[in-house]
């Protein structure tokens, strides 16, 4: 079965401070991997995903996230933040049945950045 | 844009009453789905559905129903309302299988319901 885990449930960060929210994966089968992001009283947003190819994905808002196989992460990271990145970010990892793409989702990582 | 609605952002009902949540895409998606989000427990899938009256039970299915008359609108219902059912409900739209690969999923703005 495949699972996600966020090791962090709440980060604390300063403006202009770099930020790493850790994804664990595990999955017997094929891994696309995804980052949401949730604004307050907001619903979620795509931030990027891995498919294949190259194991650096870029998203918006200047994020991005390494696909490591053999330690089986997807860590999203940003150089520098803005007040504008609080918000709670998901990882989640794909999986198919009946045709239809489920996603299974991690605990959460809320960010708070401080002034 | 993609667009998925949700009918309210905030409800309180009470123990017993039969509740229903609404969602409606614009995008003409096949599939469709509904989440809980509680704190510390990220989103838990309910139900999906991959078709039009075709519905599928997720990981936490009990004490919900739900239906799929039309291609974009997919209705949770709560048939006999209680505390625990008092969460964050988040509706997803996505299209079907393209090539293979996994699309992204749509999410509405989310309905929050407290059960009294």
């Not at chain 1, 495949?2 to 999955?27: G, H, I």
């Not at chain 2, 229903?20 to 510390?40: A, I, K, S, T």
């Amino acid at each position: 079965a495949q699972s996600v885990t966020q090791l962090d449930s709440q980060v604390p960060v300063f403006e202009e401070a770099p930020v790493e929210l850790r994804c664990n994966y595990s999955s017997s089968v094929s891994v696309y991997l995804f980052w949401y992001v949730q604004y307050p009283n907001q619903g979620l947003q795509l931030l990027l995903k891995y498919l294949s190819g190259s194991t650096l994905v870029k998203g918006i808002n200047g994020f991005e996230a390494e696909f490591n196989k053999s330690q089986t992460s997807f860590h999203l990271r940003k150089p520098s933040v803005h007040i504008s990145d609080t918000a709670e970010y998901f990882c989640a990892v794909s999986r198919f049945v009946q045709g239809a793409q489920k996603l299974v989702f991690g605990q959460g990582t809320r960010l708070t950045i401080n002034p | 844009d993609v667009k998925v609605t949700q009918s309210s952002r905030y409800l309180v009902k009470r123990t017993g009453e039969k509740v229903f949540l609404e969602c409606v895409q614009d995008m003409d998606h096949e599939n469709m789905f509904w989440y809980r989000q509680d704190p510390g427990l990220g989103l838990r899938l309910i139900y999906f559905s991959y078709d039009v009256k075709m519905k599928e039970k997720g990981d936490i299915p009990e004490g919900y129903s739900v239906s799929r008359e039309k291609k974009e609108r997919f209705s949770l219902i709560l048939e006999s309302a209680s505390t625990n059912q008092t969460s964050m409900y988040l509706c997803a739209s996505v299209e079907g299988l393209a090539g293979g690969w996994p699309e992204t999923q749509y999410f509405g703005p989310g309905t929050r319901l407290l059960v009294l």
